[in-house]
Nanobody, 119 residues
Framework: QVQLVESGGGLVQPGGSLSLSCAFS????????VGWYRQASGKQRELVAA???????NYADSVKGRFTISRDHAKNTVYLQINSLKPEDTAVYYC?????????????WGQGTQVTVSS
């Protein structure tokens, strides 16, 4: 069973940076696409960054130029580097992995890590 464990969240001042990690276990990491989602209080969960198994990245417009997603196949880990943090980036950040096969989709979520941007 695939498990995802996020870490790296915390309280940071506006303009600061954080590096989130998503540790993957229990499956073939190389085959999975991975996304970082966030959910602010009272709002829907939204995709902020994603990376395919081949390393192709995609970002929400609201985070382009500030967020960078990357993956390390040797460590089975996906990272989200967050720079120039804004109060509106405050949310629980979730890692999601997905593997698509004909007729099936395997999708897993982590437990989330809280990011709070406040002075």
């Amino acid at each position: 069973q695939v498990q995802l464990v996020e870490s790296g969240g915390g309280l940071v001042q506006p303009g600061g940076s954080l590096s989130l990690s998503c540790a993957f276990s229990g499956g073939s990491f190389r085959l999975y696409a991975v996304g970082w989602y966030r959910q602010a209080s009272g709002k829907q969960r939204e995709l902020v960054a994603a990376i395919t198994s081949d390393g192709v990245t995609n970002y929400a417009d609201s985070v382009k130029g500030r967020f960078t997603i990357s993956r390390d196949h040797a460590k089975n880990t996906v990272y989200l580097q967050i720079n120039s943090l804004k109060p509106e980036d405050t949310a629980v950040y979730y890692c999601n992995s997905v593997l698509t096969r004909p007729g099936r989709e395997y999708r897993y979520w982590g437990q989330g890590t809280q990011v709070t941007v406040s002075s």
